[in-house]
């Protein structure tokens, strides 16, 4: 399955540079607002280092990693919905997206100037929060204003969309986002098709200057603290000289690999991996998906032709040293269309064509 995260935030918090941390796809980062103006696209492959210890037995041709795709907007401004700097324009490049990475500035720099001519983290958030919680009323009105006039049909469908987007619009009014309201199965199948920017979970990157000092912050989602400046350092070295340099700061990880692993807890989501001498490869499904649906993830056809699944887990299949050999001890077990593919198995789906 395909992912993409959008980024948003004020102009000067180092947005694009996170972009460029992240995909290494040069765009410009130059000191003045609105400096984004087309979104800037880039897809990341996701660190797991179990794809290479799997590659590492299995020795093929092709190493694949799973991929998120990440899209960086203009910088939003205050009064962005009535038509204030540009980044209001450019929100509809960020309505597919599975989630919203909102990055906020903490740091201090006379060289970098803030919009509002102070830094003020929680004050920042707020102002964001609330232009995508106008965007989003400007879309369920002129749904809600359709959704009237086609309800007097009295076509069920009909009735229950605008039955929702009169709850979301008061939701809305009042200032919470979409992403507050508690919903029905059915409710969250509308809820997906109006692609609320305010309904998408939600990751904060507070850009700061010393991630080991920091006011922690209790927000609405999972926060990150970051000095992204020096991720983008990070990111410019060769790959085999990063680890050094990440192990000479003191961290285990860099920030980047913390905010693609925290992309995948927010979405749920979980890995499986297809190896043998043609490929090695990482495969990205929710978290709770049947094996007929991730073989689907492979090619659509699998679905309808599933007949069972192999399946390992991978750290059995490093300890036995080849799939040969985890056969011989049984470590390959044969599951139907009722099991849930788990994090870190390693499948074989059987297929009848």
């Not at 880039?42 to 795709?69: H, M, N």
């Not at 400046?229 to 990063?242: F, G, T, V, W």
Request: one cysteine or more; aromatic letters at 6%.
């Amino acid at each position: 399955m395909s992912l993409s995260i959008g980024i948003v935030g004020l102009p000067n918090v180092g947005k694009s540079t996170l972009f460029n941390a992240l995909t290494k796809k040069k765009v410009d980062a130059a000191n003045y607002p609105f400096c984004t103006i087309d979104p800037n696209v880039g897809v990341v492959k996701v660190p797991d280092e179990r794809l290479e210890k799997i590659a590492a037995i299995s020795k093929p041709a092709k190493i694949i990693p799973t991929t998120i795709e990440f899209v960086d907007i203009a910088g939003l401004v205050k009064d962005a919905h009535k038509g204030e700097g540009l980044g209001n324009q450019f929100l509809a490049n960020i309505r597919e997206c599975d989630a919203i990475c909102e990055v906020v500035r903490d740091f201090e720099d006379s060289n970098i100037i803030h919009v509002d001519g102070k830094i003020d983290p929680e004050s920042d958030k707020e102002t964001i929060s609330m232009e995508l919680i106008f965007a989003d009323l400007q879309t369920v009105n002129k749904r809600l204003e359709k959704a009237s006039r086609d309800a007097k049909g009295h076509d069920k469908d009909v009735l229950k969309q605008k039955e929702l987007l009169e709850k979301i619009k008061v939701n809305l009014d009042s200032g919470r986002p979409a992403r507050d309201l508690e919903l029905n199965d059915e409710e969250k199948i509308i809820m997906k098709n109006l692609c609320l920017l305010t309904a998408k979970p939600l990751l904060y990157v507070v850009n700061v200057k010393d991630a080991n000092k920091i006011s922690k912050r209790n927000w609405d989602g999972e926060v990150l603290y970051l000095n992204i400046k020096q991720e983008e350092e990070i990111a410019n070295l060769a790959e085999d000289e990063q680890a050094e340099f990440i192990k000479e700061l003191g961290l285990e990880q860099s920030g980047l690999d913390k905010l693609i692993q925290a992309a995948y807890r927010l979405l749920g989501l979980i890995t499986f991996f297809t190896t043998g001498t043609d490929e090695t490869r990482a495969w990205t499904v929710k978290n709770g998906t049947k094996a007929p649906e991730a073989a689907g993830v492979i090619h659509t056809d699998f679905i309808k032709g599933f007949v069972r699944a192999e399946v390992m887990d991978w750290q059995k299949f490093i300890e036995a040293g080849s799939e040969a050999a985890a056969r011989e001890k049984g470590l390959v077990r044969i599951e139907g269309k009722d099991y849930i593919v788990q994090d870190g198995d390693i499948c074989h789906f059987l297929i009848n064509r």
